[in-house]
């Protein structure tokens, strides 16, 4: 199983497009991301309605098309994958022209059957689109679901209530949706508290459940008052997480049931494994008979198991062998 990691940029910028550039400088260069997320928004009014609260607030904070061409390009050009979150039409048709493997629908516009068709039109066979869950009935992923028609689904678990408790994570539930969805992709957005002590453990917990993505807020300015600084970690520790997820990603192994190289190493017959032993001397054309042996650890070894003895009995001995022998395939005519 292989994880991809996100760092997540969100509005952490707030508008100011230098901190926002050096933002991203320092994730292309610093970071082991598979992928950096950008909240994409270009058409205020269709997201937002006047009346709310942090209507000025997201017009205010809002990028061109130019200054979001500058910073995709950087992303792209040196080496890491944009993943897009879009809030409204406009910015789905100006991030599509980057080829985005990953696109994203926030779990605040998964009610919104405009914005889900016109994604549906935009999007190829090989774009990955990624619902955000967080907070969602199955109803309301059910509908998203059944609207876009996508093979290519990644359910996004978590949610962000500045910071999460994760008291309310809920990793029950979560599982529990996952098993109703098998043939999608999972992914974990984690928003615990930045100076949680647990912040890590918390993160390897939801990746433990068998996730395709784990998502992290990142920031160079770590517990400064910007947007979602509440869960924004260090480079450093998104760092550390990294690694902490590669090292689970190896002990999960590739799922396969036969057995691995350690576990052939382990279960020889004989030393490890019970094997069978002659509990008195035979003879040569003498048959097998089940009450000759008994099962015990040797220090030898043999090539047969328990199960397979039963194929063995009434067949000949080869020659004579004494009480203690333990048996194996070739001491069979």
């Not at 001397?281 to 198991?305: A, P, W, Y």
Request: proline residues 2%; contains cysteine; aromatic residues 12%.
């Amino acid at each position: 199983m292989s994880i991809k990691i996100i760092a997540e940029t969100a509005w952490h910028h707030d508008g100011d497009f230098v901190f926002f550039r050096a933002l991203i400088k320092e994730l292309v260069s610093k970071t082991k991301a598979d992928y950096i997320k950008f909240h994409i928004s270009l058409d205020a009014d269709e997201y937002i309605y006047t009346d709310h609260p942090a209507y000025e607030w997201v017009v205010e904070r809002m990028f061109t098309t130019s200054q979001w061409t500058e910073i995709l390009n950087y992303t792209i050009e040196n080496g890491k994958k944009p993943m897009l979150l879009f809030n409204d039409m406009k910015a789905i048709e100006f991030g599509m022209h980057f080829n985005p493997e990953l696109v994203e629908i926030h779990s605040v516009c998964l009610n919104d059957y405009n914005l889900l068709n016109y994604l549906k039109s935009k999007i190829t066979q090989q774009t990955d689109v990624v619902l955000g869950v967080g907070g969602s009935t199955l109803y309301e992923i059910e509908n998203a679901i059944k609207i876009l028609e996508s093979g290519n689904i990644v359910l996004m678990h978590g949610f962000q209530n500045y910071p999460t408790n994760y008291a309310d994570i809920n990793f029950g539930k979560t599982k529990k949706i996952m098993q109703l969805y098998p043939k999608f992709k999972h992914g974990y957005a984690d928003h615990t508290a930045w100076d949680n002590e647990n912040n890590i453990l918390i993160t390897l917990f939801g990746a433990a459940l068998g996730m395709d993505f784990v998502e992290k807020h990142v920031s160079t300015h770590t517990g400064k008052g910007r947007t979602d600084w509440q869960a924004a970690i260090s480079i450093k520790n998104f760092n550390e997480l990294t690694k902490k997820l590669k090292i689970w990603e190896t002990s999960f192994g590739n799922g396969l049931l036969e057995l691995n190289e350690g576990e052939i190493a382990y279960s020889v017959f004989g030393p490890n494994k019970k094997a069978a032993i002659l509990i008195h001397d035979v003879v040569k054309d003498e048959e097998l008979v089940i009450t000759e042996i008994s099962f015990k650890r040797t220090g030898q070894v043999t090539d047969m198991n328990q199960l397979e003895l039963k194929n063995y009995i009434g067949k000949k001995f080869v020659k004579d062998f004494l009480r203690g022998h333990c048996l194996s395939s070739s001491d069979f005519q």
